[in-house]
């Protein structure tokens, strides 16, 4: 499987623009503990967290257009 430039670099862009957004927003707003205390598990809400920024990035990889 070949990767192309850019693909990688707008998935790139994307993956760093979520993931400063979801940071704000974790960290900023909602507190991290805050997320934890309500789910009942530090490793939930890492796996869900990473998995909101992998998932999309993926995704942008896969439909953007060579």
Aim: net charge positive.
């Amino acid at each position: 499987m070949k990767l192309k430039k850019r693909k990688i670099k707008y998935s790139a862009i994307f993956f760093l623009c979520w993931f400063a957004l979801l940071v704000f927003f974790v960290d900023g707003v909602l507190k991290f503990q805050t997320l934890v205390d309500y789910f009942g598990s530090y490793a939930i809400v890492e796996i869900s967290l990473w998995l909101l920024v992998i998932l999309p990035t993926l995704a942008v990889y896969i439909f953007t257009k060579e």
